[in-house]
């Protein structure tokens, strides 16, 4: 039994903590910040995710043996080598500051792409010193352009034009500063036209399992139009996802990444997420993250009939190998719930009234916290509701209906979820 500390404060976490509470491995466990859904199933506790000193004197004052990374900012940061220096007996699940720049830096996940032949699109990394060069790259490549900040810019780093105008000046703008530091160097990338997906590993940097895939639904409007977000619903599992298609990821994407992962000694005990696209019938990559995503991580781990807990210890005890994860036949389909206005302008502090019949659905909370014994709304993306059914049609349609039923002023989700399934 061990004391188990999830870090974050979103959706993803309260799906988290909701599977990890179900573990016989489990004795207490805690979530930072949190919000007002993980209270219900953890203890929420202030703790700044900044601030390793202050995570650390709460792990040692609780007996923490295993923290769980949510966001990506502290592995960023390098949460796990400070750990690793000043208390190696507490083990983060998560990779170390080195090997999050998979995430951190997409000129690095590229670089390690060539590197391990890895199938992804053409591109080039420009920064202030080489604009110039990276003008004529603009006008000597086809349309759309696809422009990426090098650096985390909170899943809004990616811009996708059609005119070679409005691209140059982009170009100019980022590496301005439009996103700060993390438009200091731009990416260049080819345009890759098809379908996305994305699978979930989970390892120790060199054995690994396979969770659920899933595919998420990032523009705030109906058809996929509008503003990205961080996503507005989800599906699992993705039905163009077949035997031979998934072959070829297993062969092409997911063991030479975890050889890579091993020939470069990187110190990587956690989750890849891989972002995939599927041209005709082949898969690229799009982008690592080295933590779940979210809102996806609602249907991954609600999925999986495997006790969690039981595969991060054997990742760490390195035997992840003799693990059979097993995950259930039905479709899971997740619903983001936002506040008016999202992902621009919005309001907090609406109160939250939830329905009491769920019906084998679950709604895991995002933006929510309590304020004198009431629920009300803390963020852009409030709640995510998951529900179950062989078809995911009616998964979809069985959170529609529950939706309806939650009610904040100004609420919005999107009802088209898996429309282009």
């Known amino acids: 039994m061990h004391n188990i500390l999830i870090l974050g404060s979103g959706g993803r976490e309260h799906t988290l903590a909701w599977k990890i509470c179900q573990s ?24 700044d995710l900044s601030d390793f000193r202050q995570i650390a004197e709460f792990c040692q004052e609780k007996s ?83 422009l990426k900040a090098d650096g985390l810019a909170a899943g809004k780093g990616v811009l996708i034009i059609e005119d070679q105008e409005e691209a140059l000046q982009a170009l100019k703008e980022m590496l301005g500063g439009k996103f700060g530091e993390a438009s200091s160097k731009v990416v260049i990338e080819e345009f890759l036209d098809g379908i996305e997906f994305s699978m979930f590993v989970l390892t120790n940097g060199k054995e690994y399992v396979i969770l659920p895939e899933a595919k998420d639904y990032k523009r705030i409007g109906e058809g996929d139009k509008g503003l990205n977000t961080g996503g507005m619903g989800a599906v699992s599992p993705v039905p163009f996802l077949d035997k031979v298609l998934l072959e070829k990821v297993k062969k092409q994407v997911i063991e030479p990444t975890i050889a890579g992962f091993a020939e470069e000694k990187m110190n990587y005990t956690g989750f890849v997420f891989i972002g995939l696209i599927k041209v005709e019938d082949e898969p690229f990559v799009i982008e690592y993250n080295c933590r779940m995503g979210d809102p996806e991580t609602e249907v991954v781990i609600p999925r999986l009939e495997t006790d969690l807990m039981k595969l991060i210890v054997a990742a760490f005890d390195q035997n992840l190998s003799t693990k059979q994860v097993k995950f259930t036949d039905q479709s899971a389909c997740t619903v983001m719930m936002v506040s008016g206005g999202y992902p621009e302008k919005y309001e907090k502090g609406k109160t939250i009234s939830l329905p009491e019949e769920l019906d084998g659905s679950i709604i895991f909370q995002a933006g929510t916290k309590m304020k004198d014994d009431k629920l009300v709304t803390n963020g852009g993306r409030v709640a995510a509701i998951t529900s179950f059914h062989q078809d995911f049609k009616q998964a979809v349609s069985k959170s529609l209906r529950l939706a309806e039923k939650v009610q904040f002023d100004k609420k919005y989700y999107r009802t088209d979820i898996g429309f282009d399934l």
């Open 64 to 146: 923490i043996s295993y923290i769980i990374v949510g966001p990506e900012q502290p592995l960023v940061d390098g949460i796990v080598d400070y750990f690793q220096k000043h208390h190696p007996s507490i083990k983060v699940f998560g990779p170390d500051k080195q090997s999050a720049q998979l995430e951190g830096s997409k000129d690095f996940a590229n670089q390690f792409m060539a590197k391990y032949n890895i199938p992804t699109a053409g591109s080039k990394t420009f920064d202030g010193t080489t604009l110039e060069e990276g003008l004529e790259y603009i006008k000597n490549s086809k349309a759309p352009y696809v």
């Open 24 to 47: 016989d491995l489990c004795n207490n466990l805690y979530v930072g910040p949190g919000n007002g859904g993980t209270s219900s199933v953890a203890d929420n506790v202030d703790l």
